[in-house]
């Protein structure tokens, strides 16, 4: 029989239902069991595809190609599993999927109304996950706050399914912040209540209730809580704000959340192993080494718009037992002063993230020059591959304005061109070349030494690729392409081997990176990063 979680959040967004959800899957899953995670997110779009960074975070990309919340990345790196369109679920998709089954005459005679029709679709495509993954727990983290109405569908659907199922069978898990007032230094419990109050409104009692505070919340604190929100006080548990983020499923397995779920859902109690885990946490823990890697991107003001990256980064320090404190710096400051290029020489390393649009380019191509020029460890990631190329097409190969065409249209040297499958489409959204693809890497280059294979699976998410038209003037001039497509028609990694470290990837390998098992792109960027602070005796 399939067990069913649901994750609910309440008081404000962002309050940690995705690293909850995900460390109750890693709770259950070193006790042996088979776990899968769905994120719901209730806003109308079909997916995250469409939005700036700015609205939403980071897209995070599967292998299967659906542009997805970032929480899906949080659910990978936790489990180590890979996600698939199947897991995520918005409100977009939900009701296109009525509305065509409506066209298409399946519900003749009868209205079609958010219950059943809507409420039914939801479930269904909950159930379906549990089918295809053949999970014994399949986690559900409902997007947005409690209270919010596009969300209220999903909520409803929930409250049926824990009828059909049983009470055994499903469990609420409703995440909430406690703040710390100012002025008296008290944990307030007040936000809270009213948030379980509004769940309880629209029909579902809480099992478990997750206290989201600054610190661990207080015994009398815990007390309150278990008595207004009608919960047993082994029921209530606290999410601290912690050092590292993987500490989060032994800080709730140390409060007993673990053995409280098994027993409240009837699931053998097995004795959890931690042993990889604990092992894995000690490069983050105890850092031995720091490094400043600066982040020169355009959406530098939410830390969230590259969180994949940021934590690749770390699972590369980690390794060496190094910390990475990362800077985030918008590279229009560049353009509208270039002495201000100078900043960059405290830096270790130099990363320049995804990104679409003209806004602030021309300070990523600055600050990739000054990287390649001063021999400072960079790493493009997409539009920072597609830039790096821009700059070594302008400033060593002398091609006067060159450029992107998505950048300038009318550029003299298109050294980045669309994709020939994108010259003719007409709809946006899901049309980027996505998802994983095979690439090939070219033997005796840094990138097959940091893979060790010869063949490797990225995932992507682009539009524009390196003009054929200028592969041989870029190779010419000491650009290496050091990984192509498996047709050879694209490229798909670049070096510089003049430089201790100096690469880009039309790929995204910050999507597969893991805490105990860093992308061989990040590593080799951290060891560079790592030898230039304090030489070769680093890796020793």
């Not at 097995?270 to 105890?286: A, M, Q």
């Not at 982040?295 to 910390?323: P, Q, V, W």
């Not at 080799?524 to 990063?529: D, H, L, T």
Request: aromatic letters at 10%; hydrophobic letters at 35%; proline letters at 5%.
């Amino acid at each position: 029989m399939v067990k069913y979680i649901f994750v609910t959040g309440g008081v404000l967004s962002s309050v940690g239902k995705g690293v909850t959800a995900s460390s109750i899957g890693k709770m259950l899953q070193v006790r042996g069991y088979n776990v899968t995670v769905i994120k719901i997110d209730p806003y109308v779009n079909v997916d995250a595809g469409t939005m700036n960074p700015f609205m939403h975070g980071e897209v995070f990309v599967t292998d299967d190609g659906s542009e997805t919340d970032l929480n899906l990345g949080w659910y990978e790196r936790f489990l180590d599993v890979s996600m698939t369109k199947d897991h995520y679920i918005t409100t977009g998709q939900i009701y296109g999927s009525v509305i065509e089954k409506e066209r298409r005459g399946e519900y003749l005679g009868k209205c079609v109304q958010i219950i059943p029709h809507i409420t039914d679709e939801i479930k269904m495509r909950i159930r379906r996950v549990a089918e295809k993954t053949r999970a014994d727990v399949v986690l559900t983290e409902i997007g947005g706050t409690t209270g919010d109405i596009e969300g209220l569908p999903f909520l409803e659907a929930a409250r049926q399914l824990k009828l059909e199922e049983g009470s055994l069978d499903t469990l609420f898990v409703h995440v909430a912040l406690v703040p710390i007032l100012e002025t008296t230094k008290e944990q307030k419990t007040k936000p809270l209540q009213h948030s379980v109050n509004e769940l309880r409104r629209i029909g579902i009692q809480p099992d478990i209730i997750v206290a989201r505070c600054s610190v661990m919340i207080e015994h009398e604190v815990k007390k309150k809580i278990a008595l207004f929100a009608n919960v047993e006080e082994k029921g209530v548990f606290c999410s601290p704000t912690i050092k590292c983020i993987y500490e989060l499923p032994l800080i709730f397995d140390k409060q007993g959340m673990g053995s409280y779920i098994c027993r409240r859902m009837g699931l053998p109690e097995r004795k959890p192993v931690w042993d990889s885990w604990t092992k894995t946490l000690e490069g983050y823990l105890n850092p031995k080494y720091e490094v400043k890697v600066a982040m020169c991107g355009k959406y530098a003001k939410l830390s969230d718009s590259y969180i994949s990256i940021n934590e690749a980064l770390r699972h590369a320090g980690a390794t060496f037992h190094a910390s990475v404190n990362i800077d985030w710096i918008e590279t229009e400051t560049f353009e509208e002063d270039p002495s201000k290029l100078e900043v960059l020489n405290v830096y270790d390393g130099i990363l320049v993230p995804p990104g679409f649009g003209a806004r602030g380019t021309e300070g990523k191509i600055l600050a990739i020059s000054y990287a390649r020029e001063k021999n400072i460890p960079f790493l493009g990631i997409c539009f920072g591959f597609q830039m790096a190329v821009v700059e070594f097409a302008r400033n060593v190969c002398g091609l006067k304005d060159a450029n992107s065409v998505e950048n300038d249209p009318n550029t003299p040297h298109p050294v980045l061109d669309y994709l020939p499958e994108q010259k003719n489409i007409k709809m946006i959204g899901g049309t980027m070349r996505l998802g994983a693809h095979e690439i090939h890497l070219k033997h005796g280059t840094l990138i097959h030494k940091l893979y060790g294979v010869d063949t490797i699976y990225e995932r992507h998410r682009h539009r524009f690729e390196v003009n054929p038209e200028y592969w041989e003037i870029l190779e010419k001039n000491g650009l290496v392409f050091s990984g192509k497509s498996s047709d050879g028609r694209r490229i798909e990694v670049l070096e510089f081997p003049k430089n201790s470290f100096h690469v880009g990837t039309q790929f995204h390998p910050e999507f597969k990176s893991r805490p105990n098992r860093p992308s061989p792109v990040f590593y080799g960027f951290i060891s560079a990063c790592l030898k230039r602070k304090y030489g070769e005796k680093i890796l020793v």
